[in-house]
């Protein structure tokens, strides 16, 4: 997993390619919570992420629930094949994909 992070103002874009597996989702986890307070919205960019696996979808879930009692917004961009995972697992009605 290579993940970069950057600020535009109070807004935090992650970017994440090759895969999120149970290997390198605690690290995902980890990297978004020490962020946590710092921004004012969150943009997840995986439209270079080959792969997902059940462990990261939980690390999205996670978030959203940390995010939405303080009003944070959050957008995940994703390509295709991801989109597909989510919409099949039914994660498109909780997470604002784009």
Do not use: C, H, W
Not at 76 to 96: A, H, Q, R, T, Y
């Amino acid at each position: 997993m290579e993940l970069i992070k950057k600020y535009d103002e109070k807004e935090l874009t992650i970017t994440v390619k090759d895969k999120i597996d149970t290997t390198t989702a605690p690290d995902f986890e980890n990297e978004i919570m020490d962020e946590m307070g710092k921004f004012d919205s969150l943009i997840i960019d995986f439209t270079d992420l080959e792969y997902i696996s059940s462990a990261g979808l939980r690390v999205l879930v996670a978030t959203e629930k940390k995010l939405k009692p303080q009003d944070i917004p959050s957008l995940i961009k994703v390509n295709e094949p991801i989109k597909e995972i989510l919409v099949m697992s039914g994660f498109d009605k909780i997470l604002n994909i784009e």
